[in-house]
């Protein structure tokens, strides 16, 4: 392994901004365990994609790390109890979502024993010594990381399982890992890295030889010297264990500390001076990005074949009477984390998920804690204060300045105001990565970042709109043309009925003469057969008429409630 | 003077040559207008316009034989999209209700009887099933113009509004400007549920 | 009810009132030097620009049915009145600052649409109107410096006596205690042939260590209420500098070769309102250029405009023209100057 202790190769982004990190308040050696809870609420979407199809029945008994949801579709990802107890419920509850909507829960009532579910690992750890990482193939690995429920930890949640697919297609040269962690307030990666270095480490290895990189970066924020002194320590003692003929780069990287570093974009601008291309992947430049997190995760699924049940969340803000990071138990209530941790109930101003800067206001505390909740913010008052209402944008173009994506916000926000998504369109609203810079910079207090999630989504309603106009007149179209076809199948059956009958009435003419000439005396026989013929179509069509009556409205053996209903809706239509 | 009319005249020709020629070399294609209008109908098909589609509406539009506000589906949107492709006056929507949110068609299983009227009745087929068999609405193909409702001789068919889900839900637009008091009123009230409700 | 409030939530770092205070107060520098230089006159106009500019904007603000507290709050309005106040000269009688902040606030802001909405510098359009309305009362009424040897000056009392009422002290002449400025001077003699630059320099009542007589102190009072400014991170350096570097580079070629007629850069830059200019009115926010490329050209126009109207022009200053010259080029500035967004080509860029 080779290992750079200084710094090197940073390639500054723009803009960002410098943020008091107020890290130090949850900032400790110890990761505490939650206690379990009485009730565990799962919810079956806790990543991008499509939520996950549960498997157990309300009344089963499921087992810790037992899969409840499976997963439905390529970019998916199963769903697992986070304890040993029994079902009691399936059904929609609110769930940790910045819109206060419900969602669909796998409710368990837990017993206490904690007992595993029968997790088999791929290798055990003291073969770790790379005989046992080589002995696997990527797709065993990938396959783990698929069942074990991963995704991306980071923040973006995206199943790692595919991502990992997605990159070894791709031929991905560099793997970077995101071990920066820029927003305030939060330290559970720098807790996990200053605790589990060795995992995160060996983890790491499984993602590489996954993706097939010739190099690994892992890029940490300079403000967490602690936690880059851990990965070092390792990363060398893993060089002097290591033969000669595996030697695995994995190199760490310290970047200055400005928000938000921690962006995949940045980190990627920051590590490699590459860009990635607007509106494509790290990979379409040989670049794939992991979290830290998600690197201890795949670790455990693969040596010790635990899924994704747990996790480590930082609980801090000024109204947390100890702020610390705790492993949670997913599905845990936040209420209950609350409690743990102790909070002052008459001080609390905002309860936020996730950092200042890019989490969400919850709607209440009776979430859960899902696989996505890397931070809870209790803030007292003054901390995090609700902005005055928005002054008229002055621009001062603080907003452009502090852009990492070097955007011209006040240019988006203008014509997202006027809703001229097209123009919005035009200044690449869809490059903005919402990282809160601008709103942040700007001295009139505009919800810039509000304004661009309010463009973006109507952008995409509106395009879900016209495609659903499009089939709407597709459909119609359709339609239209199998009527005009019906129409004019009629029309000719008709056109062949008549011609058949004056085939015939000729006949009959023929006939006639020829019974004429030859003298017979059934001289008015034509006519009556003209009315006789009338007769018969009437007597036919009447027929055909009350057949089809019978067919239509199936009204025979009804029941009286259901004639009742009938007559009541025909009185109805009759009156309107 | 002779001249100078001569040279007017000569001048005016050659001026009127050189723009006719451009009209045809440079020539626009443009969709038909219809085209374009039709494109910007929500193509519910409902006949709220007293036309028997989009497409006949459209075109009555384009003939200037009807105003652009009698798409309720459409709602002020569509208004706005076809005020800017006519370069017309923006007109108010004629239907006095407005619509909540987009709403399907769903039929009640246990008392539909089968007839097929509301299959006939449906503009874009978004309703399966057969004689004397139970129906059912596409959901994802409807598009809530409610023809459906009226031919039901058993009034099985209600119209509901779609579903607010997380996977639907959209960011509001924010109000809370300074020079909107009663918004700015609005949100310091929101803040404060919003208070009350986060407090244990 | 539950509704969506957006990240961020951390406080923002600074608010358009505190922007604008700090612009103001980071002016007091400049505000005390020009007093002790030019008297109490000014101050006079900046009191009396104050009252007026809060009159109307509290007017405006009335009629156009907007919050008129928070607004006020804004501190915009006690900005421009400031800068206006500045601007005009020390003597200037109470209703050309009234006729000044009518223009500035009802039509240059209130009139496009107030904060935010304004294409030109209101400080600015005001002042150029009223140099083209009222020529004579703009540059003669300048009083001489405090350090001119021989000086004549009068009392508080006196100035707001001449200022309210024109009226003088009897024994006192407006003569006796008004000077033209090192910039007027310079640009009359050495455009009519009357005198050089050294014989201007023999008189003494012109030019000072750095600059004009006088303007030398105000200027680097200026210059150092701008750097406090770049420090507090209130104002970008783009414009500033390019500003001051494209006057100072044209005076110096222009003035290596004849040297006799054209002043050095050094006077350029500390005379009239060039600092001033440079730090407190080509950064308006509102009017200023917005990308960092425009920002230097911007500023870049202004520096050079400056010069060629002050060297060729018909006004011996040229800070406002200049501006509302490039105020009308900023929509085009931003359109082309637009910087490579992160993962886009050079050439995918402007919608």
Redesign the interface.
């Known amino acids: 392994m080779s290992v750079s202790q200084q710094l090197q190769g940073i390639w500054p ?2 803009g960002g ?1 410098k ?1 008091d990190g107020k890290k130090s308040l949850s900032c400790q050696t110890v990761i505490n365990h939650a206690e379990l809870p009485r009730e565990l609420e799962i919810p079956l ?1 806790q990543h991008i994609g499509h939520p996950a199809e549960a498997v157990v029945k309300v009344g089963d008994s499921v087992k810790k790390g037992q899969l409840i949801g499976h997963a439905k579709g390529f970019v998916s990802a199963p769903v697992h109890a986070s304890s040993s107890g029994i079902v009691t419920a399936i059904e929609e509850r609110l ?1 940790p ?5 419900p ?1 669909l829960c796998v409710i368990i009532d837990t017993d206490g024993y904690d007992h595993w579910y029968d997790c088999t690992a791929l290798i055990a750890k003291n073969d770790a010594e790379h005989n046992g990482l080589n002995a696997l193939s990527a797709e065993q690995i990938t396959g783990k990381v698929a069942e074990a429920g991963i995704v991306g930890l980071g923040g973006a949640l995206y199943p790692s399982a595919a991502k990992l697919q997605t990159a070894r297609k791709k031929d991905s040269d560099t793997l970077i890992i995101n071990a920066a962690e820029c927003e ?1 307030y939060i330290t559970c990666d720098d807790a996990l890295m200053r605790n589990r270095p060795e995992e995160i480490i060996l983890g790491i290895l499984l993602i590489k030889k996954v993706v097939g990189a010739e190099r690994c970066l892992i890029g940490i924020e300079d403000n967490k010297p602690e936690a880059w002194q851990a990965l070092l320590d390792t990363i060398q003692g893993y060089q002097r264990a290591s033969h000669e003929h595996d030697k695995q780069s994995i190199e760490i990287i310290q970047v200055p500390t400005r928000y938000p570093a921690g962006g995949e ?1 940045q980190l990627i ?1 920051v590590l490699t001076g590459r ?6 992947l790290p990979m379409d430049i040989g670049i794939i990005c992991h979290n830290i997190t998600t690197a201890a995760a795949v670790y455990q699924a693969v040596y010790r074949g635990e899924p994704l049940v747990s996790r480590i969340v930082t609980i801090t803000g000024g109204a947390i009477k100890k702020p610390q990071n705790m492993e949670v138990a997913i599905g845990t209530s936040i ?1 209950e984390v609350l409690d743990q941790a102790g909070w002052h ?1 008459e001080r ?5 998920m ?1 950092g ?10 009776d979430v859960p804690v899902t696989k996505a909740t890397n931070c809870i913010l209790v ?1 007292e008052p003054g901390e ?15 907003c ?2 502090s852009c ?5 916000p ?1 240019q988006m926000y203008w014509y997202a105001k006027a809703r001229e998504l097209e ?1 919005v369109q ?3 609203i869809f ?1 903005c990565i ?1 990282c ?1 810079c601008c ?9 810039l ?3 661009f ?2 463009a973006k ?2 952008i995409w ?1 509106d395009e879900r ?1 016209r495609n ?6 597709e ?2 179209e ?2 239209q043309e199998r009527l005009e076809k019906a129409k004019k199948a009629k029309q000719e059956a008709a056109r062949l009925r008549k011609e058949k009958l004056a085939k015939k009435k000729a006949e009959d003419k023929k006939n006639a003469a020829a019974a004429k000439d030859g003298g017979s005396k059934s001289d008015n026989k034509p006519a009556s057969s003209h009315a006789d013929l009338i007769a018969e179509a009437i007597a036919r069509s009447k027929a055909k008429k009350a057949q089809q009556q019978a ?5 025979e053996n ?1 029941t009286e409630a ?1 004639q009742k ?2 007559n009541e ?2 009185e ?2 009759k009156k ?1 | 003077m002779l001249w100078g009319i001569l040279a007017l005249i000569a001048l005016a020709a050659f001026f009127g040559l050189l723009l006719g020629l451009a009209a045809i070399v440079f020539k626009v294609e443009s969709s038909p207008v219809v085209e374009q209008i ?1 494109a910007l ?5 409902c006949g709220q316009c007293s036309f028997a ?3 006949p509406y459209a075109e009555a539009i384009a003939a200037g034989e009807a105003p652009i506000n009698l798409c309720p589906p459409g709602g002020e949107k569509t208004v706005q999209a076809l005020a800017d492709l006519l370069d017309v006056d923006v007109l108010p929507l004629e239907e006095d209700e407005v619509l909540e949110g987009p709403v399907v068609a769903v039929i009640i299983e246990d ?1 539909c ?5 509301c299959i006939q009745a449906c ?4 309703i399966v099933g057969a ?2 068999q139970m129906h059912t609405v596409i959901e994802s ?1 409807c ?1 809530g113009c409610e023809l459906c409702v ?1 031919p ?4 099985c068919i209600e119209m509901i509004p779609v579903k ?3 996977s639907n ?6 109000q ?4 909107n008091e009663q918004a ?1 009123n609005i ?1 310091t009230t929101i ?1 404060k549920v ?2 009350e ?4 | 009810m ?1 509704v ?13 009132s ?2 604008m205070l700090v612009v103001t107060l980071a002016l007091i520098p400049g505000i005390i030097t020009s007093t002790w230089v030019f008297g109490f006159g000014v101050l006079v106009n900046i009191v009396l620009a104050i009252i007026f500019a809060l009159g109307f904007e509290a007017l405006m603000l009335y009629l156009r049915k907007r919050p008129i507290k ?1 607004y006020l709050n ?1 501190k ?1 309005a006690l900005l421009t009145a400031v800068l206006l106040g500045l601007a005009l000269p020390p003597l200037a009688p109470w209703w050309l600052t009234l006729v000044g902040i009518f223009f500035a606030i009802v039509i240059a802001k209130h009139l496009y649409g ?4 304004n294409p030109f510098n209101p400080a600015m359009a005001a002042y150029a109107i009223l140099l083209i309305s009222f020529p004579a009362e703009m540059t003669t009424l300048w009083p001489s410096p405090s350090m001119l040897a021989g000086h004549e000056s009068v009392n508080f009392l006196q100035t707001l006596n001449f200022q309210l009422f024109n009226q003088l002290p009897p024994s006192v002449t407006l003569d006796a205690i008004s000077y033209a400025t090192p910039l007027d001077v310079v640009r009359t003699s050495v455009i009519n042939g009357l005198a050089s630059i050294s014989e201007i320099e023999e008189t003494g009542k012109t030019f000072g260590m750095l600059g004009g007589l006088g303007t030398e102190w105000v200027n680097l009072a200026f210059l150092a209420g701008g750097l406090f400014l770049l420090k507090k991170g209130v104002i ?1 350096w783009h414009i500033p500098l390019s500003l001051l570097a494209t006057l100072g580079f044209f005076s110096l070629l222009f003035g290596s070769f004849e040297l006799d007629s054209n002043p050095s850069p050094l006077f350029q830059l500390f005379s009239g309102a060039t600092m001033l200019g440079a730090f407190f009115i080509a950064t308006d ?4 250029a ?3 490329k425009g920002r230097i050209i911007y500023g870049a126009g202004i520096g050079l405009l400056i010069y060629i109207i002050r060297t060729w022009g018909g006004y011996p200053d040229a800070i406002a023209f200049s501006v509302l010259i490039m105020n009308m080029c900023v929509p085009m500035l931003d359109y082309y100057t ?7 080509n050079d050439r995918d860029q402007q ?1």
């Open positions: 982004f723009p901004i943020l979407s769930v979502h910045p819109s206060g909507l969602a305030p974009k601008q860009e990635v291309p607007s509106q494509g209420r109930k609390v101003d905002k309860i936020i996730g200042p800067m890019m989490g969400f206001a919850l709607p209440s505390i803030s995090l204060p609700t902005p005055p209402p928005a002054m008229p944008c002055i621009r001062c173009a603080r452009a300045d990492p994506m070097s955007l011209l006040q123009k035009d200044y690449n490059d919402e809160g709103s942040y910079s700007c001295p009139s207090n505009i919800p970042v509000q304004y999630r309010y989504n109507e309603d709109e659903k106009a499009n089939l709407a007149r459909r119609h359709f339609r067919l239509k409205k199936n009204t009804l259901q209903q009938v809706a025909n109805r239509r309107s | 039709d109908l929500p193509q519910t098909q589609g989009c497409r008392t009887i089968g007839c097929t009227l503009p874009v087929d978004a004689a004397k193909e598009t009226a039901c001789p058993v009034d607010k889900t997380i839900w959209r960011w509001p637009e924010p809370y400007d300074v020079n700015a949100f803040e919003l208070a409700s986060t407090h244990p | 539950f969506a409030q957006s990240s961020p939530f951390l406080k923002p770092a600074l608010s358009v505190k922007m928070v804004d915009s107030g904060l935010g909405y970008q926010p509102v009017t200023a917005t990308t960092p637009q910087p490579r967004v992160y993962g886009h919608p």
